[in-house]
């Protein structure tokens, strides 16, 4: 079976705000929202670069704070006229639409309805998350009618390769396909992550290629990507291994309950691969069951998979299920303790 991408209204809204840039036509009302704030920050200076003439940001430029912000001020600073440029731009941010009473979200219907032509406003969400609520039928409208939403997501990984390419060049490297997707997996499929991390790995690395080997020694992985090598130090029998990389994710605080949501998230994963195999289905149906980005994650799973059965997947999923409802239920559960053991009756159950 064939891996599709899948499309959406939030797909289609990122690329007609790329058309609209390219083209000079940007709208009068957008919402910047999602995880990738690497890809948000960019397309926002796009836009500011492309409305607001250098030096005149102080008559064109405005920046709302969305906490006790009130809708009549929002309207005042819109209808300011632009000085020698066409329009103005003015990002208003944090101010969540859904939780106005009901007075403010009458005139903000009216506020979207009637946007000075002159004027673009991006409402940017970054430390509240944006909720649209549907039971709100006329603002709801008023948004979807006359707002842009723009959701930045992480990028298809063909396309974060390329980019990571192209940063690694700029450090004077270079850097492979695999090598590019060995370092998605280790530090996560996020721009805003993974520019510090090229950083460090470029002045690092001696030679021109980045290898593994560079990106081991001074990356910072992710919780996915230590709780896989935990998971595959188990499936090894190695469990000095496993204690080891459960010792070194607590030295950096991570809570308990978050390694043991995450272990049995990938051991679930790993239950799936383990199906596949034995009903003969191959790495891009894990890619569609997992909405996984790339096969690289795929063909790991199916590698860790080989090394056991489907009764032990399923064992071990239930045991970290038992966990987890015993650390959220008890009082006075050891949780690094019940966690280390639950390691020793994972590595017991392979033998």
Not at 125 to 148: C, G
Not at 176 to 196: H, K, N, S, W
Not at 323 to 346: F, I, P, Q, T, Y
Request: net charge neutral; hydrophobic share 45%.
């Amino acid at each position: 079976m064939a891996y599709a991408k899948k499309t959406s209204k939030a797909n289609e809204a990122f690329q007609k705000l790329k058309n609209d840039l390219a083209a000079g036509t940007a709208g009068n009302a957008y919402i910047f929202y999602g995880e990738e704030t690497y890809l948000r920050e960019y397309y926002l200076k796009e836009l500011r670069k492309k409305l607001v003439p250098a030096g005149f940001e102080e008559f064109n430029y405005h920046t709302l704070e969305g906490k006790d912000l009130t809708v009549q001020t929002l309207a005042e600073t819109a209808e300011a006229m632009p000085m020698m440029a066409e329009r103005t731009l003015i990002v208003v941010s944090d101010f969540d639409l859904f939780k106005l009473n009901e007075e403010q979200r009458e005139k903000l219907i009216a506020f979207l309805e009637d946007v000075p032509p002159y004027c673009c406003v991006v409402f940017l969400y970054d430390t509240v998350e944006y909720k649209p609520n549907r039971t709100m039928k006329k603002l709801y409208k008023a948004v979807t009618d006359h707002v842009e939403a723009v959701e930045f997501r992480p990028a298809d990984n063909s396309d974060l390769v390329v980019w990571i390419a192209r940063r690694f060049k700029a450090l004077g490297k270079e850097i492979d396909r695999q090598t590019a997707e060995y370092l998605i997996f280790t530090c996560g499929g996020l721009m805003t992550g993974l520019v510090p991390e090229i950083a460090k790995i470029g002045a690092y690395a001696k030679g021109r290629a980045i290898t593994q080997k560079d990106i081991d020694a001074v990356a910072d992985p992710v919780l996915s990507a230590e709780v896989f090598r935990l998971s595959d130090a188990v499936l090894q029998g190695n469990y000095d291994g496993a204690a080891r990389i459960l010792g070194d994710l607590l030295k950096m605080q991570t809570e308990p309950i978050m390694i043991l949501a995450a272990l049995g998230s990938q051991l679930r994963r790993i239950y799936t691969a383990r199906m596949a195999i034995d009903s003969g289905k191959d790495k891009y149906w894990l890619m569609e069951l997992w909405e996984m980005k790339s096969d690289y994650p795929a063909k790991l799973l199916l590698s860790a998979a080989k090394k056991t059965t489907a009764a032990w997947c399923a064992d071990a999923v239930q045991m970290c299920q038992v966990l987890d409802r015993r650390m959220k239920s008890e009082k006075g559960v050891d949780a690094v303790g019940e966690l280390k053991l639950l390691l020793v009756r994972l590595g017991a159950q392979r033998r």
